[in-house]
């Protein structure tokens, strides 16, 4: 411990560092292996910890699979609500994907579909989370479109900005890269989709 570091800052460290560890323990294990294959006794084993220990941070397993999951709607929403001029939401949700893409080569959409999307036991929590994306997108939507009626034109142009978020992550989608053989053409091809999906989607941009 640094000697200008108080107690109360190295013991709230040292929680950080233990909620990272098991956090990184469970996205590999249910990554490699799928949700349901995976016990919290082998978490708590993967990350060096009793699973007592593990349960003073997270409530259930399930609580782990969706730990991060408001990360990604509050980095849409950031997009959409301070995007430049001239940029549309579609735009600015499709480059926020593209660069989310970029950034882990690829690489992540097998392995959320072996770990989280394909869970049957996960689906429910799944739908309740992408309904609060929406909810979130409708009101930041609602605050930039002027005139009578925004609100219901909020709440559709979210629903389709979280259509085309959702279907990044769909099965059809991962049936069509992962027919690539290299990171690279599956990233490319993953980019290409988004391209795609904000295309099939901009008629709305007229609408704020």
Same mark, same amino acid.
């Given at each position: ?91 600015? #949700? ?7 893409? #970029? ?53 559709? +142009? ?16 991962? +049936? ?33």
């Amino acid at each position: 411990m640094s000697d200008d570091e108080p107690p109360g800052g190295l013991r709230e460290r040292k929680k950080r560092q233990t909620r990272a560890a098991i956090l990184a323990a469970a996205a590999r294990l249910f990554e490699a292996r799928g949700y349901e294959h995976v016990t919290v006794a082998e978490i708590a084993d993967a990350a060096s910890i009793s699973v007592k220990t593990l349960f003073t941070y997270f409530r259930s397993k399930e609580d782990l699979a969706f730990a991060d999951e408001y990360q990604l709607r509050d980095q849409l929403v950031a997009a959409v609500g301070v995007r430049p001029a001239g940029q549309t939401p579609t735009q600015a #949700v499709a480059a926020t994907l593209d660069r989310l893409v #970029v950034a882990e080569g690829g690489t992540g959409l097998e392995g959320y579909h072996r770990g989280y999307g394909a869970s049957p036991a996960l689906q429910s929590r799944l739908r309740r989370m992408w309904e609060s994306y929406e909810d979130a997108l409708t009101d930041v939507l609602a605050d930039q479109m002027p005139g009578a009626g925004a609100a219901p034109r909020a709440r559709l +142009a979210a629903t389709m900005l979280v259509a085309m978020v959702r279907s990044v992550t769909s099965a059809e989608v991962l +049936a069509e890269v992962r027919d690539h053989r290299s990171a690279a053409a599956r990233q490319d091809a993953l980019r290409a989709w988004i391209s795609t999906a904000a295309t099939m989607v901009s008629c709305l941009d007229g609408a704020d």
